[in-house]
């Protein structure tokens, strides 16, 4: 029997080069032997809502845009029982978690990675009653992926995150913060924290890829606590750039839970999205959470695509 394809495409991610080339990857997807429905979307949220409502009517659910679209599909396939195998054509600018699984850029490649791939069972990071697919994270540069505009992105690329980032160096914020994990409580002001399941955030690698794992269970913390001088500011942001964290105000673990206590409202964002400003967040991990193509080195048509229909059959 034919599979069913649900093609998700946000035509406005990046530099909307994804809708130049729609029709050679649906082409790739029915020469493959899937059934294709697709679906552009019109309003934030849109991508969950849909899965939400639809997901248990697809083996397979393909989405193509930025990281906020991947959070999206992932947030949808987390509130059905149906869990369909996941493909993501990353079309946005900077696609942190795309880098995090070596997949392809050029968009035609990504859609042959979704065809003769492998499936891969990653967690995903719950943060209160939400998701979260690479990062959740509070304090200086945070507010850059959000607050960039689109122009911006689609002219200078990752630049314009820099350029963005460098305006927040004018106006620190910090936090003082209760912060409990595997049975032990750090207090302290802190200037920025990243809890992940990813080795690069903005663009730019966050600690050593042999340190992270995608899907065991745990979720990597980084936190940068208030530096004493303008010095020691300099030589802590320095240190994340080379990912040296053998800094004095660096915290680094890993962890399968975590909860964040202040007194003040914190601004944290959800894969360069807006999360809200709260007072106490709670964040775990749910391992093995759902299933998406990534890269093999064998490529082997009549095998690989044997290797989608048995995990589509089980899910």
Not at 14 to 19: D, L, M, S, T, W
Not at 206 to 226: I, Q, R, T
Not at 252 to 272: A, C, K, N
Request: charged share 20%.
């Amino acid at each position: 029997m034919q599979k069913e394809l649900l093609f998700l495409v946000n035509p406005k991610a990046g530099k909307a080069e994804i809708k130049n080339n729609l029709m050679d990857i649906i082409d790739h997807f029915v020469k493959n032997e899937w059934k294709v429905a697709v679906r552009t979307t019109q309003y934030s949220g849109e991508v969950s809502d849909i899965i939400r409502e639809d997901a248990c009517n697809y083996q397979m659910i393909v989405c193509a845009g930025g990281d906020g679209t991947l959070n999206e599909a992932v947030g949808g396939l987390m509130q059905t029982d149906c869990k369909p195998l996941l493909g993501y054509i990353p079309a946005g600018t900077t696609n942190d978690f795309a880098v995090s699984l070596d997949l392809p850029r050029e968009v035609h490649h990504a859609a042959e990675t979704i065809m003769n791939g492998k499936p891969f069972s990653c967690d995903a990071g719950r943060f209160n009653d939400r998701h979260f697919v690479y990062v959740a994270a509070f304090g200086i540069f945070t507010e850059v992926s959000y607050s960039t505009p689109q122009p911006s992105k689609n002219m200078l690329g990752r630049a314009a995150y820099i350029l963005e980032g460098i305006k927040s160096l004018t106006d620190i914020k910090t936090y003082q913060l209760t912060i409990e994990h595997n049975g032990e409580t750090i207090t302290g002001e802190f200037l920025f924290g990243m809890v992940s399941n990813s080795i690069s955030v903005g663009g730019f690698k966050m600690g050593k890829p042999e340190d992270v794992s995608m899907n065991d269970g745990l979720l990597e913390v980084l936190l940068v606590k208030k530096p004493r001088n303008l010095a020691e500011l300099q030589s802590t942001i320095a240190s994340l750039l080379r990912n040296d964290l053998n800094n004095p105000c660096l915290y680094t673990f890993h962890t399968s839970d975590l909860r964040v206590f202040s007194s003040e409202d914190v601004s944290w964002t959800l894969d360069g999205e807006f999360g809200g400003n709260l007072r106490d967040v709670q964040i775990d991990v749910i391992p093995q959470a759902y299933t998406i193509m990534v890269p093999s080195r064998e490529v082997n048509r009549a095998k690989s695509f044997d290797e989608i229909s048995l995990v589509a059959e089980k899910l």
